[in-house]
């Protein structure tokens, strides 16, 4: 046999570390598919039916702004309030896209636009945890991440067509008490890092606010929560630096 | 909504959430965020998961504080965040967790 690729050890490495970023999203994959299976199942018994829960995954992938659409859609609220609060809740992405800009710097464009379509909470916090002390050493790291990426989104898509197809055959399933997968996922990911006394400042403090403010339109209460706590992080942070 | 109508609203949600995340990494290095802004960076998973997930834990309907011990969602969390941090696991303190749920609310009907 001949080889036709050019480097097949490249391949093989770019495979790997694809595939490396898919396992280490492993956990989170298990914590969307309950939701992927509740929104499948809600949306396809609302008027957007099958095809607009299959569409609305595949195209603006991004779990907590649907299932808020969904909600405002049998509300009757107009489409410009929807396509808004969907910005709104979705503006946290600019923050991952910055904490991830550097690393994205020096790929071309089609890298880039692939890796912002598949930028999500989950493969956010996994390529950030893995990356955090590495600084830009990592020169596969777009392969791994574009593995998370994928997983992301084929569990996604495929939990929501299970889910619609599902939610056809036996309403019920959406009385299962699935959505607390969510929160289990959430407490997961935030309580070991709540030993730093930093972050514990920021949690509670996003809490409060996020307590106090859910009556505000358009989830504003969300965003407002979230800067609330990183301006008191970055205060905490420069009392502790001295003069940084 | 007419099915046009709905195309164009998931047409919109689709546009703005690419946008919000494509347009860093389309300006690449022209555009910046100072040292200071990225260190502030690190705060932002905390915060936000947290302020999702906090109120649906203490609020399960949306309404009404839930502050006893017999509150599923409030069971659950607390397993949930034990199990994160004894074991370290993610996997183990989300299925830790759901079962604590799943427990209150469907073996011990609390709700």
């Known amino acids: 046999m001949n080889t036709v690729s050019p480097r097949p050890a490249a391949w093989t490495a770019f495979a790997r570390e694809a595939l490396h970023g898919a396992r280490d999203t492993v956990p989170l994959l298990l914590g969307a598919a309950p939701f992927g299976l509740i929104f499948g199942a809600l949306a396809a018994a609302s008027p957007l039916g099958v095809g607009g829960a299959l569409a609305m995954s595949a195209l603006v992938f991004a779990g907590s702004a649907q299932f808020i659409a969904l909600s405002l859609l049998s509300g009757g609220a107009a489409g410009w309030v929807v396509v808004l609060t969907t910005w709104v809740v979705n503006l946290r992405h600019l923050l991952y896209a910055a904490s991830l800009q550097r690393g994205v710097a020096r790929l071309p464009q089609r890298w880039r636009l692939l890796l912002a379509f598949w930028l999500t909470d989950e493969t956010y916090a996994t390529v950030y945890h893995r990356y955090q002390h590495d600084g830009d050493g990592a020169a596969l790291r777009h392969w791994y991440t574009a593995g998370s990426g994928a997983a992301m989104y084929v569990n996604w898509l495929g939990w929501t067509a299970a889910g619609a197809l599902l939610g056809q055959a036996s309403p019920a399933l959406t009385h299962l008490g699935l959505e607390f997968a969510l929160v289990a996922t959430f407490v997961g990911i935030v309580a070991p890092l709540l030993r730093q006394r930093t972050s514990l400042a920021v949690a509670l403090t996003a809490a409060a606010v996020a307590l106090a403010a859910r009556g505000l339109p358009y989830k504003l209460g969300l965003l407002a929560a979230a800067l609330a706590g990183v301006a008191v992080g970055v205060w905490l942070d420069a009392r502790s630096g001295g003069g940084r | ?111």
């Open chain 2, 1 to 111: 909504m007419s099915g046009w109508g709905e195309a164009a609203v998931i047409g919109g949600m689709a546009a703005v959430t690419f946008g919000i995340r494509y347009v860093l990494f389309a300006l690449g290095g022209r555009l910046q965020f100072a040292p200071r802004v990225q260190q502030a960076l690190r705060h932002v998973p905390v915060a936000v998961l947290t302020a999702i997930a906090v109120p649906m834990v203490l609020l399960p309907d949306g309404q009404h504080w839930n502050l006893g011990w017999r509150n599923p969602w409030l069971a659950g969390a607390l397993g949930s965040a034990v199990l994160a941090l004894a074991t370290r696991r993610l996997l183990a303190a989300i299925a830790g967790g759901m079962a604590v749920y799943l427990l209150w609310r469907f073996g011990l009907r609390f709700t």
